[in-house]
T-cell receptor, first 113, second 109 residues
């Protein structure tokens, strides 16, 4: 099976702009989770979607949002970008049920200038 | 709230030596624990999960509920084991992974 794919792989944006990142899960996986990875804060959970519904949300401001489509593909959006949003954004997919193994994509490297 | 602590940011050993990467957690319920590994320029990938009690690439990890630890061990380290290792906890009824800060393991020849 093809792994989790994320597009684009690299992105440079300016403060104040907005950005949309895309994630395609492994075929058959219905749960998609997003994580932010930075040198200072490490890996932090953003949110998780299952069957087009947000099931879980981390401690991030409302500028961070996401959605999931009927084919399980997911997008996350960050509005009004700040310099501190520069990070590697990881998407992970998993099957419903236990064990809840998550399979990660390569990430999107976002740089905000 | 759950928390995962990896006390060593950097760990360096020689090839053939035993290695132990420490992980401690705090969680009020019965967690599911994982070890993830990230090799240079590769994606984060699952190494071990505590419920399977299997050995992957010679690594094992035992959940000690009394000490709230899930240390990763390998009796004889190899150079190809050099990577960043993350311990992670998932709450029983959830889907959120809480990661530790990670340990960069370097195996010297």
């Amino acid at each position: 099976k093809a792994g989790v794919t994320q597009t684009p792989r690299y992105l440079i944006k300016t403060r104040g702009q907005q950005v949309t990142l895309s994630c395609s899960p492994i075929s058959g996986h219905r749960s998609v989770s997003w994580y932010q990875q930075t040198p200072g804060q490490g890996l932090q959970f953003l949110f998780e979607y299952f069957s087009e519904t947000q099931r879980n949300k981390g401690n991030f401001p409302g500028r961070f949002s996401g959605r999931q489509f009927s084919n399980s593909r997911s997008e996350m959006n960050v509005s009004t970008l700040e310099l501190g949003d520069s990070a590697l954004y990881l998407c992970a997919s998993s099957l419903q049920g236990a064990p809840k193994e998550q399979y990660f994509g390569p990430g999107t490297r976002l740089t905000v200038t | 709230a759950q928390r995962v602590t990896q006390p060593e940011k950097l760990l360096s050993v020689f090839k053939g030596a035993p290695v132990e990467l420490k992980c401690n957690y705090s969680y009020s319920g019965s967690p599911e624990l994982f070890w993830y590994v990230q090799y240079s320029r590769q994606r984060l990938q699952l190494l071990l999960r505590h419920i399977s009690r299997e050995s992957i690439k010679g690594f094992t990890a035992d959940l000690n509920k009394g000490e709230t630890s899930f240390h990763l061990k390998k009796p004889f380290a190899q150079e190809e084991d050099s990577a960043m290792y993350y311990c992670a906890l998932m709450e029983t009824s959830g889907s959120r992974l809480t990661f530790g800060e990670g340990t960069q393991l370097t195996v010297n020849p």
